[in-house]
């Protein structure tokens, strides 16, 4: 939905008339898209396909034709809400959840953060579980919860995974994860898609997702395998994000992902990809 998007299909336009100068005979590239939290597939379809200039009328454009298999089946999931509050601590408030990302046991003992009631509980399911991702949705909180459930845990159980760790140090933590030899991973959304994490047992969501495809996507690291269900736990924040966790939740087991629409005229790509043509070439 944004316009790294445009960016890809327009250069993918670029390689297909490339390649009908240099071998018109040969048949058009193939496009194979795969997605799983993808709707409506009729947007996504016409994105990925492309159009073709009318042959009659140059200036219409024609959509390619593009096959819809639309052939997996909803995941099994097996998603639950935690809020481990004591009762005294039951008016922790959004600002007072924020403050506790950046304080520590001071606050905590006077009943100032919601911390310290969850990062006992997170050390327990990390134990009780072979592989465990923890996903957050930022990079500070990434590796302040690594740090407190380690020093709680009096060993090194979990490490962060975040974008600005330098790509070797990721692969490493990945392996260890794989191997056994690390129980725990706290994760952004460098985790969601695209890497091999092998047999995670658990997900834990911390706060809302950013979206219900993004939530999918997180929950589904856990029994990636064939016919298994994903297991995930959701910690809401504070007592205001409870909502959100819920419905987010409810989504996430109807697969109600949201829509994907992609932008309309971008001028500002075309631009700069017209820009990027004629700097190697004449066009006309």
């Given at each position: 939905a944004n316009k790294r998007g445009v960016h890809l299909f327009l250069s993918l336009e670029r390689l297909e008339s490339l390649r009908r100068k240099q071998n018109p005979a040969a048949?058009?590239?193939?496009?194979?898209?795969?997605?799983?939290?993808?709707?409506?597939?009729d947007e996504v379809a016409t994105l990925?396909?492309?159009?073709?200039?009318?042959?009659?009328?140059?200036?219409?454009?024609?959509?390619?034709?593009?096959?819809?298999?639309?052939?997996?089946?909803?995941?099994?999931?097996?998603?639950?809400?935690?809020?481990?509050?004591?009762?005294?601590?039951?008016?922790?408030?959004?600002?007072?959840?924020?403050?506790?990302?950046v304080v520590t046991r001071e606050d905590a003992t006077q009943g100032k953060s919601i911390w310290p009631a969850i990062?006992?509980?997170?050390?327990?399911?990390?134990?009780?579980?072979?592989?465990?991702?923890?996903?957050?949705?930022?990079?500070r909180l990434a590796e302040r919860l690594a740090a407190a459930i380690n020093e709680l845990a009096g060993e090194e159980i979990a490490l962060a995974h975040h974008?600005?760790?330098?790509?070797?140090?990721?692969?490493?933590?990945?392996?260890?994860?794989?191997?056994?030899?690390?129980?725990?991973?706290?994760?952004?959304?460098?985790?969601?898609?695209?890497?091999?994490?092998?047999?995670?047992?658990?997900?834990?969501?911390?706060?809302?997702?950013?979206s219900i495809a993004a939530g999918l996507q997180r929950i589904g690291r856990a029994g990636h395998q064939v016919g298994a269900a994903s297991k995930g736990i959701v910690f809401p924040k504070f007592r205001g994000d409870l909502l959100a966790c819920a419905a987010a939740s409810a989504r996430m087991m109807a697969g109600e992902v949201e829509e994907t629409r992609f932008p309309r005229n971008p001028l500002d790509v075309l631009a700069q990809q017209v820009v990027a043509m004629v700097a190697t070439s004449p066009m006309t």
């Amino acid at each position: 939905a944004n316009k790294r998007g445009v960016h890809l299909f327009l250069s993918l336009e670029r390689l297909e008339s490339l390649r009908r100068k240099q071998n018109p005979a040969a048949s058009p590239l193939q496009r194979i898209g795969l997605s799983a939290t993808q709707r409506p597939l009729d947007e996504v379809a016409t994105l990925l396909g492309g159009a073709e200039s009318d042959p009659k009328r140059p200036e219409v454009l024609v959509p390619r034709p593009v096959t819809i298999v639309a052939a997996g089946r909803r995941k099994e999931l097996e998603i639950s809400i935690e809020m481990p509050l004591a009762p005294a601590r039951d008016s922790v408030t959004e600002e007072s959840s924020r403050t506790a990302e950046v304080v520590t046991r001071e606050d905590a003992t006077q009943g100032k953060s919601i911390w310290p009631a969850i990062h006992p509980r997170l050390v327990e399911l990390i134990r009780s579980h072979r592989s465990t991702m923890l996903f957050v949705n930022n990079r500070r909180l990434a590796e302040r919860l690594a740090a407190a459930i380690n020093e709680l845990a009096g060993e090194e159980i979990a490490l962060a995974h975040h974008g600005s760790i330098a790509k070797e140090t990721r692969r490493a933590i990945e392996e260890r994860l794989k191997e056994g030899t690390l129980p725990a991973i706290v994760a952004t959304s460098s985790l969601e898609l695209g890497i091999d994490m092998g047999a995670v047992e658990l997900v834990i969501q911390i706060e809302s997702p950013p979206s219900i495809a993004a939530g999918l996507q997180r929950i589904g690291r856990a029994g990636h395998q064939v016919g298994a269900a994903s297991k995930g736990i959701v910690f809401p924040k504070f007592r205001g994000d409870l909502l959100a966790c819920a419905a987010a939740s409810a989504r996430m087991m109807a697969g109600e992902v949201e829509e994907t629409r992609f932008p309309r005229n971008p001028l500002d790509v075309l631009a700069q990809q017209v820009v990027a043509m004629v700097a190697t070439s004449p066009m006309t």
